[in-house]
C-alpha cells in the first residue's frame, strides 16, 4: 500500500534520468582520475629511475673548445652558488668523482670470468637516490659495495661486445646475482680488491655509482691529493617544467636529458586535461544531485495528502522516510556500481589499444578511484536523505 500511495502521482522518468545524469558524471569524472593515474604511472614509472621527478642531472655542452682546451666542463663555486640564488631552484648538489683508477671484475661464479673493464665511480647525495636505504649503505664493515650501473653499458656487452667474442648474453637479474670484484690500482703497481654488488641499473646515467660514504672513504684511502670540480651537477627544482628553469639553462649553456623536460610538460598536459573533465564531471554530478533533490521534493508534494492519509492511520513518519531512503540507497548503488564498471571496461579496452604501441597499463582500478566512488555516493546519499527527511516532517 505504501508503495503505491507513494508513487501514484511520481514521474518516475524524471528519477531514472537523474539516475543516470549522476551515472554518467561519476563515469566521466572517476574515469578522467583513472586514466591521469594510468598515464602518470606509464610517464614516470621506470625501474631504472633512480631520481624524484623534480630532479634534474646537468652538465656543461661540450664543445670545439673544449677539444682546444680554451673551455673546461667543470663547474666553478661562483656557478653553483648562481644556481642556488634562483627561485626556481630549491638545491644544487654536485656529483663526487673517484680519484683513482678502479677496474671491475664480473664473473659468472668465482672461477669464470664474463667481462673485466677499466670504470669510474660517482657519489651524490644518498636522499636524493630514489633506492631501498637498507641497499643503498656502506660501512667499513660490510661484506660488499653496492653499485648502480648504467644500462647502457649492459646492452653495448650484450648486443655489441657479447656476438663479437661468442661470449654469452647476460640479463640484468643474472647480472644481479654475479660476483663482482673491483680492483683499486695503486701509484705502486699494487692492487687492492674488494667485493661488490650490483643493486640497480640507470638509464639516466652513464657512470658507475657508489654510496656517499664508500666514495669518501675510498677517496681519502686511494685518492689523489687534488680535488676536481664536479662536471655533473643534480639540481632540485620546485618544478622543472617551469620555462624560467629551461630558459637559465639555455642562457648558461648547460643541458639535461629531455627526457626528463618532455615529461613534466606531459605532466602538466596532464593535470590540465584532468582538471577540465573533472570541472565538466562535477558540473554533471551537481545537476543530476540537484534533480535528484527536486524529483524527491516533487514526489513528496505531489503525495502530500497520502503521506498525511499515512501519517493519520498510524504509520511513523520514520517509515516513509525509509521507504524512500532504501530507494535512494538502490539508486545510488546502481550509479556506483554502473560506474565502477564503465570505468573498468574503458581502462580494459584503452589498454588494449596501446598494449601494441609497447605501453602496458596495470591490472584493475587504482585503490584511490573505489574511494573516489564511495565519497561521491556518501554526498549523494546524505544531501538527499536530509532533503527527503524536512520534506515528510513538513506533513506530518
Avoid: C
Amino acid at each position: 500500500m505504501l508503495r503505491k500511495l507513494i508513487w501514484k502521482n511520481s514521474s518516475k522518468l524524471q528519477l531514472v534520468g537523474a539516475t543516470f545524469g549522476a551515472m554518467f558524471g561519476m563515469f566521466l569524472l572517476l574515469l578522467a582520475f583513472q586514466l591521469y593515474f594510468d598515464a602518470t604511472e606509464l610517464l614516470t614509472h621506470d625501474s631504472d629511475n633512480l631520481f624524484a621527478e623534480d630532479i634534474l642531472i646537468i652538465n656543461k655542452k661540450v664543445s670545439t673548445l673544449n677539444t682546444l682546451k680554451v673551455a673546461d666542463s667543470e663547474f666553478t663555486k661562483s656557478e653553483l652558488n648562481d644556481m642556488k640564488k634562483q627561485p626556481f631552484i630549491k638545491s644544487v648538489e654536485p656529483f663526487i668523482s673517484g680519484q683513482y683508477d678502479v677496474q671491475v671484475k664480473i664473473k659468472a661464479n668465482k672461477n669464470t670470468p664474463l667481462l673485466n673493464t677499466d670504470i669510474f665511480f660517482e657519489a651524490v647525495r644518498d636522499d636524493l637516490m630514489d633506492i631501498d636505504k637498507t641497499v643503498w649503505k656502506w660501512s667499513e664493515r660490510d661484506r660488499y659495495v653496492p653499485l648502480i650501473i648504467p644500462s647502457d653499458w649492459i646492452n653495448l656487452y650484450n648486443f655489441a661486445y657479447a656476438p663479437s667474442q661468442g661470449a654469452p648474453q647476460i640479463s640484468k637479474d643474472l647480472i644481479k646475482q654475479a660476483y663482482v670484484e673491483i680492483i683499486f690500482r695503486l701509484s705502486n703497481k699494487e692492487r687492492f680488491v674488494m667485493d661488490a654488488k650490483i643493486v640497480g641499473f640507470s638509464d639516466k646515467l652513464n657512470s658507475f655509482m657508489v654510496p656517499m660514504s664508500f666514495m669518501e672513504w675510498s677517496n681519502n684511502k686511494f685518492g689523489d691529493e687534488e680535488v676536481k670540480r664536479p662536471t655533473r651537477v643534480v639540481l632540485v627544482a620546485d618544478d622543472i617544467s617551469n620555462p624560467k628553469l629551461l630558459e637559465f639553462l639555455i642562457k648558461n649553456n648547460y643541458e639535461t636529458k629531455k627526457d626528463n623536460l618532455k615529461t613534466s610538460k606531459l605532466n602538466l598536459l596532464l593535470r590540465v586535461t584532468m582538471a577540465i573533465m573533472s570541472g565538466i564531471s562535477l558540473v554533471i554530478i551537481v545537476l543530476s544531485i540537484l534533480i535528484f533533490i527536486l524529483s524527491f521534493q516533487l514526489l513528496i508534494v505531489k503525495s502530500r495528502e497520502e503521506i498525511r492519509l499515512l501519517i493519520h492511520l498510524g504509520y511513523h513518519p520514520y517509515k516513509i522516510e525509509k521507504f524512500l531512503g532504501v530507494y535512494l540507497l538502490g539508486m545510488s548503488a546502481i550509479i556506483g556500481v554502473l560506474s565502477l564498471i564503465g570505468v573498468a571496461f574503458s581502462k580494459s579496452y584503452i589498454g588494449n589499444l596501446i598494449v601494441d604501441y609497447g605501453f602496458e597499463l596495470s591490472i584493475g582500478l587504482n585503490g584511490q578511484i573505489y574511494l573516489l566512488a564511495l565519497a561521491l555516493l556518501v554526498i549523494l546519499l546524505v544531501i538527499n536523505f536530509v532533503n527527503i527527511r524536512r520534506g515528510i516532517r513538513k506533513y506530518a
